[in-house]
């Protein structure tokens, strides 16, 4: 099982360029997020996606967009490299959230994204 | 709002101590509350969960209890091992139209042999 898969795993960027972090999932999951990770912050919700062509605002979302065509695929993308946006960025999937059944996230390994 | 506030870390233990990780939170309705582990270089999973008050969560060694009336899900193992060096995440769960997962600053345990 892979599970989710983010891809790259490392990547440092010049300020002003773009690019695109790519995360797929293999589990069928209809709900995917994007997380940033930043030193004693805990996680911080960017986007999230409740199924194909879906997608909302999380708590961090300016700076970034994102794209749901499929449901195995939630690229995030970098338009315009800011140093703030040097950070860990996680992607997670889930099943429709329900309280009684409490479907829990699944993680990918994470990006590690430094913007000089 | 609802939030989550865990101790800080680093937190270090001998192999065999008896560990405990404090987490409370504040919210307006009754979530579920969840304890994730972050491994090195790894993503965060899920360790343990308790879905109401009174509810015990465990795995792998590690326990957690939902009290409503301390607003309290503390983590707790008997005997840590090197191997239980993580960085260890307090969040709580709507579920349904909220869908979202509100996490703690994470605590970083390190066991030393």
């Known amino acids: 099982n892979a599970g989710v898969t983010q891809t790259p795993k490392f990547r440092i960027l010049k300020i002003g360029q773009s690019m695109t972090l790519q995360c797929t999932q293999d589990?069928?999951?209809?709900?995917m997020y994007w997380y940033r990770q930043d030193p004693g912050m805990g996680l911080k919700l960017i986007y999230y996606?409740?199924?194909?062509?879906?997608?909302d605002k999380g708590e961090v979302p300016n700076g970034y967009n994102v794209s749901r065509s499929t449901t195995e695929d939630f690229p995030l993308r970098l338009e315009l490299a800011a140093p703030s946006q040097t950070s860990v960025y996680f992607c997670?999937?889930?099943?429709?959230?329900?309280?009684?059944?409490?479907?829990?996230?699944?993680f990918g390994d994470g990006t590690r994204l430094s913007i000089l | 709002g609802d939030s989550v506030t865990q101790m800080e870390g680093p937190v270090t233990l001998s192999e065999e101590a008896f560990l405990t990780i404090n987490c409370t939170y504040t919210?307006?309705?009754?979530?579920?509350l969840f304890w994730y582990v972050q491994y090195p270089g790894e993503g965060l999973q899920l360790l343990l969960k308790?879905?109401?008050?009174?509810d015990k969560g465990s795995n792998k060694g590690f326990e957690a209890t939902y009290r409503k009336e301390t607003t309290s899900f503390h983590l707790e193992k008997g005997s840590v091992q090197v191997s239980d060096s993580a960085v260890y995440f307090c969040?709580?769960?709507?579920?349904?139209?909220?869908?979202?997962?509100?996490f703690g600053t994470g605590t970083l345990l390190a066991v030393q042999p």
């Open positions: 308790a879905t109401k008050a009174d």
């Open positions: 589990m069928n999951h209809n709900y």
């Open positions: 997670a999937s889930s099943f429709r959230p329900d309280r009684e059944l409490n479907q829990p996230q699944h």
């Open positions: 996606s409740v199924g194909a062509g879906i997608t």
């Open positions: 969040a709580l769960f709507y579920g349904g139209a909220t869908n979202k997962l509100i």
């Open positions: 919210a307006t309705g009754y979530p579920s």
